[in-house]
Structure formats: structure tokens, C-alpha cells
């Protein structure tokens, strides 16, 4: 990429161009496996412990996906009523990009403007993750994009746990249509779903996971709507991003 052009991204990241050194986190350690849901694990009972009384997880019935190509899945996530949230969207937001990309970029859930134009990531915080996958060389339109759920939660609030269980099928099924070779997951939403776990944002960051059968390498980065909030951490999501861009370069075995 013209170093000019990747200048004025990352002047528009608010990036100081003097970084110091290219190095990579120190600490990456592999993660195991993570799961698909976040279902509380069973327990192997202990012999003469009476049985404690857990509470009752809710029966989530997800849909069954079987969905083999692009159009089929498209469609079945477009006629999904798997939750409440198909009563309050005005339309799904399936994802976007490139069907043979490399990257997927995975967020938290459509916004307002996402559920009016159908498409993830087109307002404010769409702008500023433009710029930050520009600024490592890779235009919008060469990634694929995707949230954890396809459906505007009312108000912006957070997923509940039922609509994700509910939701995920969708996107294991577009990332067993896509075979990516790098996932980059924007926010803890999308970091904590994708690895089950509710550890903090910043203990998942700057460190490499991989994600289910494919082992498929996952780094996580801030959500750029929280950027925009917090323009201090961009420098932070700028170590992320040359992560993941090292991370592909590996994977890839283009360095
Ligand atoms: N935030 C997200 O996580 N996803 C979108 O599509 C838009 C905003």
C-alpha cells in the first residue's frame, strides 16, 4: 500500500506515524479450543454430595442450519424468527464483503443504521473500522464482515445470552462457507461469545487464539465504537492490528 494513503488512515485512526518498533505482543500464548456456546459446562457428579440445585438454563432452541451455499443461508437467516428480536428489526443484517476473503472481521450486533440499510458496520463506527483495516492494507470491500447477531437488539443493549445461542449457528455456518484464514473479532461481545468465556476485553487482547475445528488463528481488538469514545486506546488497537496482520502473514506464509 502507498505509504501516503496508509498515513492518512492512520491519521485518521489518530495515530501518531512514529510508531516505535513492528514487534508483535510478547505473550502470545494458543488458547485451547474454544466453544460455540456459551452453555454452562456439566459437572461429573461426586459420589453421597446431594445433587445441588442449579438453576434451570433456559431451553434455547437454535435453528438448525443446514445451509450449503451463500444464497441458501442468506435466505434462512432472513426469514429467522429463532428470537424476540425478529419483532423489533426492520430487517436482518446478514454480513458483507468478499465471499473468498481471507479476513473475517466479526462485531457485536447491528445499530440503528446497520438495521435500516441491512448491511453491519455503515455508521460512525463502520467509518472508523474502515479506516483501521485500510490502515493495514485491506479495503472493506476485500474482507468479509459479520456480527455475533443478526438482529438489532432494541436500544443498542447488550445480546442476551438466549439470542446468541440462538444466533451462532448462523455465523459457524458463514465461517464454514468462508474458511477464513485470520478472524479478527471487534469487542468483547464478540471476543467473549467466540471464545465462551467472560474474561475482560483487555485480558483477551494483544495475545493469539484460535477458533474452533480449523484452529483458525482469532485476534481481538477494541470495538471502534469504543474508540470513539476512548481515542486513547487507539494506539493499543493499532498493536492489535499489526498483531493480526503478522499473525496473517504467518498463516498465510507471505512472510
Ligand atoms: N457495531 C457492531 O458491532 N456491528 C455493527 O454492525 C455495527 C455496530
Given at each position: 500500500m502507498d505509504s501516503n494513503v496508509r498515513n492518512a488512515y492512520l491519521e485518521a485512526l489518530g495515530i501518531d506515524r512514529w510508531v516505535p518498533r513492528d514487534a508483535p505482543p510478547e505473550s502470545a500464548v494458543v488458547l485451547p479450543e474454544s466453544a460455540r456456546t456459551n452453555a454452562p459446562r456439566a459437572?461429573?457428579?461426586?459420589?453421597?454430595?446431594?445433587?445441588?440445585?442449579?438453576?434451570?438454563?433456559?431451553?434455547?432452541?437454535?435453528?438448525?442450519?443446514?445451509a450449503g451455499d451463500w444464497g441458501a443461508l442468506?435466505?434462512?437467516v432472513a426469514a429467522c424468527t429463532a428470537c424476540e428480536l425478529c419483532k423489533t428489526r426492520t430487517q436482518t443484517v446478514f454480513g458483507v464483503g468478499n465471499t473468498r476473503a481471507d479476513w473475517l472481521v466479526i462485531g457485536e450486533a447491528?445499530?440503528?443504521?446497520?438495521?435500516?440499510q441491512g448491511e453491519p458496520f455503515v455508521g460512525r463506527a463502520g467509518q472508523l473500522l474502515n479506516a483501521m483495516l485500510l490502515a493495514i492494507g485491506l479495503p472493506r470491500?476485500?474482507?468479509?464482515?459479520?456480527?455475533?447477531?443478526?438482529?438489532?437488539?432494541?436500544?443498542?443493549?447488550?445480546?442476551?445470552?438466549?439470542?446468541?445461542?440462538?444466533?451462532?449457528?448462523?455465523?459457524?455456518?458463514?465461517?464454514?462457507?468462508?474458511?477464513?484464514?485470520?478472524?479478527?473479532?471487534?469487542?468483547?461481545?464478540?471476543?467473549?461469545?467466540?471464545?465462551?468465556?467472560?474474561?475482560?476485553?483487555?485480558r483477551l487482547r494483544g495475545k493469539l487464539h484460535h477458533f474452533g475445528e480449523a484452529n483458525t488463528p482469532l485476534v481481538i481488538t477494541?470495538?471502534?465504537?469504543?474508540?470513539?469514545?476512548?481515542?486513547?486506546?487507539?494506539?493499543?488497537?493499532?498493536?492489535?492490528?499489526k498483531f493480526a496482520r503478522a499473525t496473517y502473514a504467518r498463516a498465510a506464509g507471505t512472510n
Open positions: 459437572r461429573a457428579p461426586v459420589a453421597d454430595t446431594p445433587a445441588p440445585k442449579l438453576p434451570v438454563a433456559p431451553v434455547v432452541r437454535a435453528p438448525v442450519v443446514a442468506r435466505e434462512q447491528p445499530g440503528a443504521e446497520e438495521d435500516r470491500e476485500t474482507v468479509f464482515i459479520a456480527n455475533i447477531l443478526k438482529c438489532r437488539p432494541p436500544g443498542n443493549r447488550d445480546p442476551k445470552p438466549e439470542e446468541v445461542s440462538r444466533c451462532l449457528p448462523y455465523l459457524s455456518a458463514q465461517i464454514a462457507l468462508l474458511k477464513p484464514k485470520i478472524m479478527l473479532a471487534v469487542g468483547r461481545i464478540a471476543a467473549q461469545n467466540l471464545l465462551a468465556t467472560d474474561a475482560p476485553l483487555a477494541y470495538h471502534p465504537a469504543y474508540l470513539l469514545r476512548t481515542p486513547s486506546d487507539k494506539r493499543k488497537a493499532w498493536e492489535d492490528l
